[in-house]
T-cell receptor, first 115, second 112 residues
Framework: DTAVSQTPKYLVTQMGNDKSIKCEQN?????MYWYKQDSKKFLKIMFS???????INETVPNRFSPKSPDKAHLNLHINSLELGDSAVYFC??????????????FGQGTRLTVV | AQSVTQLDSQVPVFEEAPVELRCNYS??????LFWYVQYPNQGLQLLLK??????LVESINGFEAEFNKSQTSFHLRKPSVHISDTAEYFC??????????FGSGTKLNVKP
């Protein structure tokens, strides 16, 4: 069974469109994340949710709106797509402890190309 | 605040040679430390982690890393690399605040 699954794997769309990426984890973790990986492989956190509540929003444009219907799902909706949004988006989950979070489990990524 | 520095963006090495990928972190609190590997067009996979206990941790495919608190380092080593180890390697820390800080990655290129 896939621990963290995200769909679609590839997404090609035109500027100005609205698109969504879905993520589900079956690990029972309380925390889920969205990361953006740019062309230089740099990983930047976008959002962090803990038990369906937004914990971190790292100065992401408000065209990006995450939604967590339950703690196993964290979807990402993007409005008015721009060329600069082209990247690989990773969903991840982890379990918080008193000291920090145990390892994050990552999905396979969604390669978004805006043309 | 926390941060992670991977000093080497690329490390070329010949097959069967030893390799060390460097990672330094800064944090004002206790942290967990991780190394992840990313093969081309794939997601990140956990290679090894330090949570507590022995400062030397090992992976199933021959990598090891040592947590050095005084030098705030968590360097990754392998005594003999294979072509299949060619990938991008990311060091990460987690110390609360519900997020992981990742380094900028080191591309390990193993040549025959």
């Amino acid at each position: 069974d896939t621990a963290v699954s995200q769909t679609p794997k590839y997404l090609v769309t035109q500027m100005g469109n609205d698109k969504s990426i879905k993520c589900e984890q079956n690990l029972g973790h309380d925390t889920m994340y969205w990361y953006k990986q740019d062309s230089k492989k740099f990983l930047k956190i976008m959002f962090s949710y803990n038990n369906k509540e937004l914990i971190i929003n790292e100065t992401v444009p408000n065209r990006f709106s995450p939604k967590s219907p339950d703690k196993a799902h964290l979807n990402l909706h993007i409005n008015s797509l721009e060329l600069g949004d082209s990247a690989v988006y990773f969903c991840a989950s982890s379990q918080p402890t008193g000291t920090g979070n145990t390892e994050a489990f990552f999905g396979q990524g969604t390669r978004l190309t805006v043309v | 605040a926390q941060s992670v520095t991977q000093l080497d963006s690329q490390v070329p090495v010949f097959e069967e040679a030893p390799v060390e990928l460097r990672c330094n972190y800064s944090s004002s609190v206790s942290v967990y430390l991780f190394w992840y590997v990313q093969y081309p067009n794939q997601g990140l996979q956990l290679l090894l982690k330090y949570l507590s206990g022995s400062t030397l941790v090992e992976s199933i495919n021959g990598f090891e890393a040592e947590f050095n608190k005084s030098q705030t380092s968590f360097h990754l080593r392998k005594p003999s690399v294979h072509i299949s180890d060619t990938a991008e390697y990311f060091c990460a820390v987690s110390g609360g605040f519900n997020k992981f800080y990742f380094g900028s990655g080191t591309k390990l290129n193993v040549k025959p």
